[in-house]
């Protein structure tokens, strides 16, 4: 079932136990000087649960792994539109790599004890 994305907005749905996912999130809540992306953090409800994507959703598609990194970098513009050349890689290598990091993320970055709570400036664009 796709979430209810407000109008105009992108949705975000991030793991939020991440500590690379939530850098990710305060990255681009400051990148974002249009206020385009809403978020949304998922949370662990057990030990077997593991999201390994971010889910990117607009009123007209779902974006997940790799293809959602070039979605909000194209939506940023400017620099950051530049990671669209990372398209020219073949769809399987960019999948794999995705794997590669969010597999390892835990290990490299760590895990929050409790999930992300945006501050007070920032929760208005949290749903």
Known sequence: ????VPEGKILVQFDGMCILCSRAVRFILKADRKKK????????????QNFETIIL????SIYEYFDAILKIGKELDGVYSTVAILRL???RWR???????ARNRFRWFGKRN???LPSEEEKERFI
């Open 95 to 101: 999948h794999s790599l995705y794997l590669f990091i």
């Open 89 to 91: 890689l073949p769809r």
């Open 114 to 116: 409790s999930c992300y």
């Open 1 to 4: 079932m796709k979430p209810l």
């Open 57 to 60: 959703t607009d009123n007209q």
């Open 37 to 48: 992306f809403v978020f949304q953090a998922l949370q662990h409800f057990s030990k077997s």
